[in-house]
């Protein structure tokens, strides 16, 4: 049996996840499942599962997990240490989809034991990529991409040279606010801005793609994983979510990915590397479908694209500032401190106030300095929120 783990068990990736494993009885051992507030639902997926350890992220739930848990055989334990440490757990196969850097700590601890992470928390990559990548190589690990673009990429490049690629194409929908007159959308609301036309996702991922953060962050995600020229990689709107990505090649060939707006495509495609199995999904009716439709990305309408190429052109630590902002950011709208437009503004000045004051964006790519940089960006996006709230 294959032993697997799930970081970020009670989210949209991981109930996908879950939904998997337990199609096939018998063929899966879960050590790990980890979840923070919902422990109504960890606990019910880890006696369901028989996992050997069930972890929430909030400490001040222990007492509520332990109950939930009373009985059943499943250990339980709390705090971020904890998450951390069950990642050390050995298992063949380990679901890193815990959303924000919170993913990053347990991802590296995954990698150190050479197993196979299935990587869906993207602000990871953001915030350290080269980090993690190293980590990965030199502990013979492999990580499989499973954000749809990255895995589409990723099956596209199934037995060709590198060398050929001229360039990579990932697709965005364009998100809830795509046809939206760019005067409206200071006055966007939380509402409107947390239901996505195309994909049921956690509500974070869903505003990010309302605000293109989320392209932002998969433009990094891809110079990162597949070591491409940030010149290489363009976005392309593409309003039905069905063309995931594309990779040309030095022939004038384009290699598109078509499937469905469905995760548990990319994740049982990372589940089963490198095999193909059976999976779930709706299979696509071309001729029902009749058209696909294509735009090129407004930079007026979404700032966030680019942010992302100055944050690549600048290197180094600047990943991990740009990912703190934006979470920062992202909290300040939705507790109602920031109007929808205004994220942008607090990231990008973000990351002006830590070029200015020096040395972060520039010091060694360690743990301890990705957290410490992660820190201090956030503290000063904070500052930057209170301005404009002030
Ligand atoms: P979600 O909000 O639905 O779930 C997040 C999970 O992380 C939950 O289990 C939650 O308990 C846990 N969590 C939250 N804060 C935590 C913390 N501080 N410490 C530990 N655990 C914590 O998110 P999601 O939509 O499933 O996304 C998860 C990751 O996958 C994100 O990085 C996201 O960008 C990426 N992703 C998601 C999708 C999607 O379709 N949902 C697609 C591509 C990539
Ligand atoms: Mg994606």
């Known amino acids: 049996m294959r032993k697997v783990s799930i970081f970020g068990a009670t989210g949209s990736i991981g109930q996908n996840t879950i939904d998997l494993i337990r199609r096939a009885p018998g063929s899966y051992q879960v050590v790990a499942l980890t979840g923070a507030s919902n422990i109504k639902q960890l606990a019910a997926d880890a006696i369901a599962l028989k996992a050997q350890i069930a972890i929430t992220a909030d400490e001040a739930r222990l007492s509520d997990l332990q109950a939930a848990l009373s009985g059943t055989g499943v250990e339980a334990a709390a705090g971020a240490k904890a998450v951390e440490e069950a990642a050390h757990r050995p298992a063949d196969w380990i679901m890193s989809a815990i ?23 993207k602000e990871s990559l953001v915030c350290a990529g080269k980090l ?60 409107q801005a947390s239901s996505h036309p195309n994909w049921d996702m956690g509500q974070r991922i869903t505003i990010d793609s309302a605000s293109m953060f989320n392209k932002a962050m998969e433009v990094i995600e891809t110079r990162e994983f597949f070591g491409v020229d940030p010149a290489m990689i363009e976005v392309l709107i593409h309003p039905q979510s069905m063309i995931h990505a594309l990779v040309g090649f030095n022939d004038g060939a384009l290699m598109a990915h078509v499937g469905p707006a469905d995760m548990r495509h990319a994740i049982g495609y990372a589940l089963h590397h490198p095999a193909r199995r059976h999976l779930p999904v709706e299979r696509l009716d071309l001729a029902t479908i009749g058209t696909f439709e294509f735009r090129a990305p407004d930079d007026v309408r979404w700032p966030a694209l680019r942010i992302a190429r100055e944050v690549m052109a600048r290197g180094g630590l600047a990943g991990a500032v740009f990912n703190a902002a934006k979470e920062t950011a992202l909290d300040g709208f939705i507790a109602g401190h920031l109007k929808f437009t205004q994220m942008s503004d607090v990231v990008a000045q973000t990351l002006e106030v830590m070029d200015s004051h020096g040395g ?30 002030g």
Request: hydrophobic share 50%.
């Open 99 to 121: 959303v924000g850097a919170a993913g990053l700590a347990p991802g590296m601890a995954a990698l150190q034991q050479g197993t196979t992470l299935a990587l869906a928390n």
């Open 132 to 191: 993690l990548l190293e980590t990965g190589r030199a502990h013979n690990a492999v990580i499989l991409p499973v954000d749809s673009e990255h895995s589409a990429v990723f099956q596209a490049l199934v037995g060709e040279p590198m060398e050929a690629v001229e360039r990579i194409i990932i697709t965005a929908s364009g998100g809830a606010f795509r046809d939206w007159p760019i005067a409206d959308l200071a006055e966007a609301t939380l509402d």
């Open 360 to 389: 972060h964006i520039d010091a060694t790519m360690t743990l301890d300095n990705v957290l410490e940089t992660d820190h201090l960006a956030r503290k000063a996006a904070n500052a930057a929120i209170k301005k404009r709230a």
